[in-house]
């Protein structure tokens, strides 16, 4: 995939726009050149797209066989491209006829769904993923967004309209993290505009057994390893023992 044309950034008060468009140079690249040369031996989540129900098969019928790929997160909710991307997660028909699809070919790895922000009900999405076999679903992926150049009178964006992410969308993404913990069964990946370890802790609290940082290694690439020292020191400092009490632990 080439991706987009054009400016694909554009930052915002407290977030970015992107419409990158999932450029990248293809999984059987990925296979055959990129994945022996990671060196480091932490687990792999490998996040795949399609164009169409086949591709996304093709696809996961590859992903599949890649031993040193831990899990697969299946992207149905991506804003920014023309062919499928947001689509296939925009109702919960669709949810659960790409998530039975990659299920029936992906044998060998747990499968994670990674969910669209851009619905009226996200939590019924989530169910739907669940039941038609998802693993853990992940949650959010980008808000549909514009940027309009006032010099230009145009759109800023080579795509017109790209993903919101970062600080901005913290609140709602918290907010759809604890509405998909009440509704399903299985653990949730959180993210939405974490910048510090107290923000990785409110998806931990809405209900999220694992948290995802995009936007915001943008602006400090060492976040990841400041969010984990955090949560450490608060775990010693409140004498919590397992992180796994503090899963859901907002809910009333
Ligand atoms: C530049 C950029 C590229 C992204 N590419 C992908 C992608 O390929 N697949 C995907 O599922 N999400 C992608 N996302 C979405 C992020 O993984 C994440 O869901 C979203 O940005 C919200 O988290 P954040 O506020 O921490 O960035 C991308 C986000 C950014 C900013």
Same mark, same amino acid.
């Given at each position: &995939?080439? @991706? =987009? &044309?054009? *400016?694909? *950034?554009?930052?915002?008060?407290?977030?970015? *726009?992107?419409?990158?468009?999932?450029? =990248?140079? @293809? *999984?059987?690249?990925?296979? =055959? =050149?990129?994945? &022996?040369?990671i060196k480091y031996s932490s687990p792999i989540i490998l996040n795949i797209n399609g164009a169409s129900i086949d591709e996304y098969i093709k696809v996961s019928e590859i992903a599949n066989e890649i031993e040193r790929v831990n899990f697969i997160e299946l992207n149905i909710s991506c804003p920014n491209v023309k062919n499928g991307g947001m689509a296939f997660g925009a109702s919960c028909e669709s949810a659960e006829n790409t998530t039975k699809a990659v299920r029936k070919v992906l044998t060998k790895k747990p499968l994670i769904v990674k969910l669209s922000p851009n619905v009226t009900d996200i939590a019924a999405i989530a169910k739907a993923a669940e039941d038609a076999g998802a693993d853990s679903v992940s949650l959010v992926n980008t808000f549909l967004a514009m940027k309009i150049d006032t010099k230009t009178r145009k759109p800023l964006l080579g795509n017109i309209f790209g993903g919101l992410s970062g600080d901005c969308i913290r609140p709602i993404a918290v907010r759809m993290v604890y509405q998909v913990y009440k509704a399903v069964k299985i653990p949730i990946v959180g993210m939405g505009g974490i910048s510090s370890y107290d923000d990785a802790l409110e998806f931990i609290m809405a209900g999220a057994s694992l948290v995802s940082i995009g936007a915001g290694i943008f602006s400090n690439p060492m976040l990841p390893i400041e969010v984990i020292r955090g949560i450490d020191n608060y775990l010693k400092e409140n004498k919590i023992e397992n992180i796994k009490e503090l899963i859901g632990a907002a809910h009333l």
């Open positions: &995939k080439e @991706g =987009n &044309k054009g *400016i694909r *950034i554009a930052e915002t008060p407290s977030g970015m *726009i992107n419409c990158i468009g999932l450029e =990248n140079p @293809g *999984i059987e690249y990925f296979k =055959n =050149n990129i994945v &022996k040369n």
